[in-house]
């Protein structure tokens, strides 16, 4: 990160920086910039919600297989004289 010019608390978690290289947008939560050298404040958090899209897209996919894992292995024990 170049020499910030305003750096601006968002949340207790989230805060934006301008420095001489872009817009930086950093997530104490997670530990890690979610934006970093965005031209302006809104490709910063374009850039985050990009980032957290995809990251719950993979969330969502791994927990359905599980799903499915979990679904396969209870229907070995379930009984089959339901009907």
């Given at each position: 990160m170049a020499n910030t010019i305003v750096a601006t608390?968002?949340?207790e978690t989230l805060q934006i920086s301008e420095c001489s290289d872009g817009f930086w947008l950093y997530d104490k939560t997670r530990g890690m910039?979610?934006?970093m050298q965005a031209k302006t404040?809104?490709?910063a958090f374009v850039q985050a919600l990009t980032?957290?899209?995809?990251?719950?897209?993979?969330?969502?996919?791994s927990y359905w297989a599980l799903q499915g894992q979990v679904d396969s292995f209870v229907s070995q024990f379930a009984d089959k004289q339901d009907d």
């Amino acid at each position: 990160m170049a020499n910030t010019i305003v750096a601006t608390k968002l949340s207790e978690t989230l805060q934006i920086s301008e420095c001489s290289d872009g817009f930086w947008l950093y997530d104490k939560t997670r530990g890690m910039n979610l934006s970093m050298q965005a031209k302006t404040f809104n490709d910063a958090f374009v850039q985050a919600l990009t980032y957290y899209q995809k990251q719950l897209s993979n969330v969502e996919k791994s927990y359905w297989a599980l799903q499915g894992q979990v679904d396969s292995f209870v229907s070995q024990f379930a009984d089959k004289q339901d009907d």
